[in-house]
């Protein structure tokens, strides 16, 4: 069985920072993709940024320049280092994962239970 456990949101001024980590427990053979999401209230989740098992990343570009994902392989965790926050910023943060559990033949999607960062102007 795999569990996802994220930590790190809260409230934050604008121009602040935050970190989020993302760690997976379990049975877990490996991990491919590892991401975050977000989804401010009414409206829907949306990609935040990604980063591929080579260390690869991704970032929408509402983020570049500002946040920096990053992953630390042994210990099955992802980070979002959040800097320059704006109001526009505040939402529920979810990471997922591809990750192959011990058990199964396939990998697929896990999901955080999610963490809100709220940014006050």
């Known amino acids: 069985q795999v569990q996802l456990v994220e930590s790190g949101g809260g409230l934050v001024q604008t121009g602040g920072s935050l970190r989020l980590s993302c760690a997976a427990s379990?049975?877990?053979?490996?991990?491919?993709?590892m991401g975050w999401y977000r989804q401010a209230p009414g409206k829907q989740r949306e990609f935040v940024a990604v980063?591929?098992?080579?260390?690869?990343?991704t970032y929408a570009d509402s983020v570049k320049g500002r946040f920096t994902i990053s992953r630390d392989n042994a210990k099955n965790t992802v980070y979002l280092l959040m800097n320059s926050l704006k109001p526009d910023d505040t939402a529920v943060y979810y990471c997922k994962l591809r990750i192959r559990a011990a058990s199964a033949f396939f990998e697929r999607t896990y999901w955080g239970q999610g963490t809100q960062v709220t940014v006050s102007s």
């Open positions: 980063i591929g098992k080579g260390g690869t990343t």
């Open positions: 379990g049975s877990i053979f490996s991990i491919n993709d």
